[in-house]
């Protein structure tokens, strides 16, 4: 699917999410197979975003394999904290769903106080998709690869500065940790989003950063910009001639921005199943995997059990790489 089909697909939603506020609020009736009306997938980021198309993308196929449509309901702000404290505090019936990014990782240890608990008050469903960074520097910086970058960045110590999409981003810990890693140390730039770091990155008043691959592929296209490695376990279709990190200098190493669904806490099982089947049935559909290819994200797919595993794996990842970096959002 291309970026223009797409794009018709998030203008033809919005119209359908406003006009079906009302059937949204309305409870079920008692006893009605689930689901009995429509189901609200609530996202952290504004439309037309990259998580917000890959949701959608997930969601318009959720609505063929559910026969109810799964509406998108957009609300940004805070690191994600606002759309996850509103489906912490939603009925526990599987009508109001959150399509959560790595950040619901990253909060609890970014900020001190949060109106919500991960563990306690949500039901993760499926891990959906994983959009790998890629580590990219000025195309004037004299490195063409992994091992390059190190030696010329171990030449310069606190001489290079790198940008992220925000202080405690995943962009930002990624780089963190791969400079870390390596005996690195460089100087953070943290921006109010990917757009204006990549513009200063293109521009020379950044020299090098960890970005996911679909904010970063117009710039490495056009030459702007030099990708060295992506972050995933393997290669991306959409840099194939890129290599990881892991086959160049750290074997094992995997840093994505992953997505997912959760629910509150109290959900029925029965009803994390049926929202769980669908969704894999939605990622394994040859058109969902080419339009999610087509946005650099990588359809995953898992089992409750096995979300709720990886979740917890990444907080205890995270917590020590935010301490070690200082960052806080409070």
Do not use: C
Not at 151 to 163: F, M, S
Not at 230 to 257: I, K, Y
């Amino acid at each position: 699917m291309k970026a223009k089909t797409l794009m018709t697909t998030v203008a033809a939603l919005v119209p359908a999410v406003l006009a079906s506020t009302a059937v949204l609020a309305a409870p079920a009736p008692e006893g009605s197979a689930f689901p009995a009306h429509p189901i609200r997938l609530v996202v952290p980021f504004p439309p037309g975003g990259p998580t917000d198309l890959v949701s959608r993308v997930i969601a318009r196929r959720m609505t063929d394999e559910l026969g109810q449509q799964v509406l998108v309901d957009n609300r940004p702000g805070a690191n994600g904290n606002i759309a996850a404290e509103i489906v912490a505090k939603a009925p526990a019936d599987g009508y109001t769903v959150l399509y959560n990014t790595s950040s619901i990782a990253l909060s609890p240890a970014l900020y001190s106080k949060l109106s919500y608990d991960v563990r306690r008050d949500f039901a993760p469903v499926v891990l959906t998709a994983m959009v790998p960074l890629v580590l990219e520097v000025n195309a004037q910086l004299p490195v063409h690869n992994v091992r390059e970058f190190i030696q010329y960045v171990k030449a310069n110590p606190d001489k290079l500065t790198y940008g992220s999409a925000g202080n405690g981003n995943v962009t930002h810990l990624a780089a963190f940790l791969f400079l870390q890693a390596n005996g690195l140390n460089a100087v953070h730039a943290p921006y109010k989003g990917s757009a204006p770091a990549l513009t200063d990155l293109a521009g020379g008043q950044v020299q090098f950063m960890a970005d996911t691959i679909n904010s970063s592929l117009p710039f490495i296209r056009d030459k702007r910009m030099r990708a060295l490695a992506v972050t995933s376990s393997t290669r991306s279709s959409q840099l194939p001639d890129v290599p990881t990190v892991a086959e160049t200098v750290m074997p094992g190493f995997e840093v994505g921005a992953w997505q997912g669904m959760m629910v509150p806490a109290r959900t029925s099982p029965e009803i994390v199943r049926k929202l769980n089947a669908a969704t894999m049935k939605a990622l394994a559909n040859p058109e969902t995997r080419a339009a999610l290819a087509a946005q650099g994200a990588e359809p995953r797919g898992s089992t409750p059990e096995a979300y709720a595993s990886y979740l917890s794996a990444e907080m205890t990842r995270w917590r020590k790489v935010v301490k070690d970096s200082g960052a806080t959002l409070d």
